[in-house]
Structure formats: C-alpha cells, structure tokens
C-alpha cells in the first residue's frame, strides 16, 4: 500500500534505524520513544490491525513475537525486562494501521496502562 507508511519503511522508501530484518520482517527504532529502549516490528506484508489478521497471517505473527524478543536481546533490555505492545484500533492507542509490535524497556513500566 503506497499510502502506508510502514509499507513505505518495509519497502526502503522512508529511512529508519534498522535493528533486524528479515525476508518477512524489519525491527527499527520507534521515532518517539517512550523508553531509552523503544522499537517497532513490522511485517513486511501490510496487515491493517490485529483484528485484521487471519489464521494465513499465523507463521508472521509467531515470527514476530519471536523477533521482538531477539530485538530486546540486542538492545540489552531482555534480562531487566521489557513490554510487548500491540495496540489495537482506537481505543488500544493504534496511529498507524499497519500491524506492529513496541518492544519498550530500559525503565520499570507500570501497569495498569494508562
Ligand atoms: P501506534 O500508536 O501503536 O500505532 O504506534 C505507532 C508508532 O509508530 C509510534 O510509536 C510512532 O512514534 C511510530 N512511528 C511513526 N512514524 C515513524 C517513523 N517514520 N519511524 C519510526 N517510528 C515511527
């Protein structure tokens, strides 16, 4: 999708700092974040929302758990911990509908989320 932006980072269009890729994903840093640790991780197949995600999208999204946890390893925040985040639709704070995974550490989180 040309008019996502996500699509466009995955495609090369939009520079960001890379963290991993691979053949179906990219991990890269988020541009504001929220954390001293704060990073994406993006399918490279658009995917509105995890609503919108099917039993064919299954292999990606286990990929992507999977990568993000490799990508808290990398920044050093795995050991002290971290937040797997994926908001969904409005009312879960989503700005960006391209399905995607925050991996947020390097400071104690609270919970409940605000
Ligand atoms: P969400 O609110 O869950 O949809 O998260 C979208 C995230 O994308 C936010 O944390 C933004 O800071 C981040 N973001 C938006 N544009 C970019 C960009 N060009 N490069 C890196 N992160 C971005």
């Known amino acids: 999708m040309t008019d996502c932006i996500f699509c466009r980072i995955a495609a090369g269009e939009i520079p ?17 974040p929220v954390a001293p640790h704060h990073a994406l991780v993006i399918p490279r197949r658009h995917i509105a929302t995890l609503d919108a995600a099917t039993p064919e999208d299954a292999d990606v999204l286990g990929e992507l758990l999977l990568a993000g946890a490799e990508v808290a390893r990398l920044l050093g925040c795995a050991e002290t911990g971290y937040r797997s985040v994926i908001n969904c639709n409005q009312d879960g704070g989503q700005s960006v509908y391209h399905l995607h995974l925050h991996i947020i550490g390097g400071r104690a989180l609270s919970w409940p989320p605000g």
């Open 16 to 32: 960001v700092k890379t963290i991993l890729e691979t053949d179906s994903l990219l991990a890269f840093h988020d541009l504001n």
